[in-house]
């Protein structure tokens, strides 16, 4: 079983229901309602060093690429993060680090208007546990399902950056060194937080892309059920993908992760003009369109012929 039938299978089970549950498990958050006119948006994920970053991260990255990752997920649904809490699991007392990490953590609290609200802090291998509560007007939400047959769906930026940040850092035959802005959204992304709040009244569906487009946009079909056509021609590959072997730059981009950009589907009716006039936070791109086969995505390559991806990307199990 991978993650997903994991969770699927052990734990999406209908035990409890509680009325102010709006959206369990399976989405990029939870929403639960708050009051007659606010929803509460809670999302949770686990850093692990040597999994999720690479051992040896100077702890001021540790501290951006922790923090960003979990205002990703709030900004796929539409909400403004709020309040967080912290747990974190540390080998040892270091104060360096702790100095190193907290002096950065803090300094995002006070760009995204966070409070740090509370915590855990154990001893153990390095690993950085968030949890993000966000706000949004109530039934405004953005989520996983809704895209129809017919929609077009759009990236909000260059995709692959992050992928091949870190395989040119792990030491691989690559002598093409990535650029600074490609080396710098793999430790310091930018969640899409304004951008999440524009598309709430455009978006059919939305997600953000952590594990590469191929399984995110997957997600969307499989909550959606629905199918999608993506041309890989229409990808916007970051840059020094470009000058790489084609199949490999498409595997990086594809299936590679990291990238935090949002992927959302919208109406055929709307116009890139219309788009541009509500969308004034963020580059987006068209890559595809939905149609009605479930849950199928094709990748349509040259010629128009189907293209089968080399690699599956990053599975925890
Ligand atoms: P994301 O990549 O957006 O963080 P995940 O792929 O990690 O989302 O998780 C998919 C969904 O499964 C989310 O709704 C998440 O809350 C839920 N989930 C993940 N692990 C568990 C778990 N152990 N128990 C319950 N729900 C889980
Ligand atoms: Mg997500």
Known sequence: MNEFEIIEHYFKLPLINQKEVKLGIGDDAAVISLSQDKELVVSIDTLVEGVHFLKGLSPKDV?????????????AMGATPRWITLSLTLPENNSVWLEGFSKQFNKLLKNYSLALIGGDLTKGPLSITIQAHGIIPKGKFLQRSGAKPGDYIYVTGELGAAAYALRYLKNTDDNLKP????????NKPEPK???????????TSCIDISDGLFTDLSHILNCSKVGADVKLNDIP?????????KDLAIDLALTGGDDYELCFTAPSN????????????????????INQLDSKLN????????????SVGYQHF
């Open 193 to 203: 937080i304004q951008t999440g709040l524009e598309l709430r009244d455009i978006a």
């Open 63 to 75: 501290a951006n690429k922790s923090l960003l990752v979990n205002l990703s997920d709030i900004a």
């Open 270 to 289: 709307l116009s890139k003009s219309d788009l541009e006039k509500k969308i004034t936070t963020s580059k987006f791109f068209k890559v595809g369109r």
């Open 299 to 310: 990748l349509i390559g040259d010629d128009k012929k189907i293209y089968k991806l080399k």
């Open 237 to 245: 590959y970051s840059k020094t993908l470009l000058k790489l072997d």
């Open 179 to 186: 650029t600074n802005d490609e080396l710098e959204k793999l």
